[in-house]
T-cell receptor, first 116, second 112 residues
Framework: DAGVIQSPRHEVTEMGQEVTLRCKPI?????LFWYRQTMMRGLELLIY????????DSGMPEDRFSAKMPNASFSTLKIQPSEPRDSAVYFC??????????????FGPGTRLTVL | AQSVSQHNHHVILSEAASLELGCNYS??????LFWYVQYPGQHLQLLLK??????LVKGIKGFEAEFIKSKFSFNLRKPSVQWSDTAEYFC??????????FGTGTRLLVSP
């Protein structure tokens, strides 16, 4: 299995531009999570989906952030417009379809976003 | 709300020294506990996890952790660290539907 796939691995953009991060979960996993990691705030859960439906988006910082999961094999996290304080590493993780409490989240390699 | 505390933000050890990283959580009910490791420039990988049963859990690369319910703790240990253990270590707790709450992480530097 290829694991969780994220693209791009690195993104450098200018303030005000739209940024789209992509994630492909492990095949058969039915839940997907987006995290943001910064030095100041550590690892924060932004949003997670179960069976393509957003379950908890309370971690999404503001309206500039949006996430979608149009099907079981693809999700996007969009920032529009981007700001320098959005600079961080964004991780996607997925979890097994057998579901429940006891499963392990598998993380992707992350996208390092720099907003100038 | 549930929270996870990792009191040691930075730890520096020499090779062959013993390691213990603290983790405390705040939740009175049933918990599942995890330790993840993030090597420099890489993604988070699972080291070990506790769901039930023996409170002493063994993971990969010689790591182990002990769940002490009365202390709400899940400390990570390794008897003898190696330079390759240099990484950031995250404790996490799952108290409900698949959602993890992470601690702030502990950066471990092992000098050769």
């Amino acid at each position: 299995d290829a694991g969780v796939i994220q693209s791009p691995r690195h993104e450098v953009t200018e303030m005000g531009q739209e940024v789209t991060l992509r994630c492909k979960p492990i095949s058969g996993h039915n839940s997907l999570f987006w995290y943001r990691q910064t030095m100041m705030r550590g690892l924060e859960l932004l949003i997670y989906f179960n069976n393509n439906v957003p379950i908890d988006d309370s971690g999404m910082p503001e309206d500039r952030f949006s996430a979608k999961m149009p099907n079981a094999s693809f999700s996007t996290l969009k920032i529009q417009p981007s700001e320098p304080r959005d600079s961080a590493v964004y991780f996607c993780a997925s979890i097994s379809a057998s579901g429940g409490f006891r499963d392990t989240q598998y993380f992707g390699p992350g996208t390092r976003l720099t907003v100038l | 709300a549930q929270s996870v505390s990792q009191h040691n933000h930075h730890v520096i050890l020499s090779e062959a020294a013993s390691l213990e990283l603290g983790c405390n959580y705040s939740y009175g009910g049933t918990v599942n506990l995890f330790w993840y490791v993030q090597y420099p420039g890489q993604h988070l990988q699972l080291l070990l996890k506790y769901f039930s049963g023996d409170p002493l859990v063994k993971g990969i690369k010689g790591f182990e952790a002990e769940f002490i319910k009365s202390k709400f703790s899940f400390n990570l240990r390794k008897p003898s660290v190696q330079w390759s253990d240099t990484a950031e270590y995250f404790c996490a707790v799952n108290t409900g539907f698949q959602k993890l709450v992470f601690g702030t992480g502990t950066r471990l530097l092992v000098s050769p």
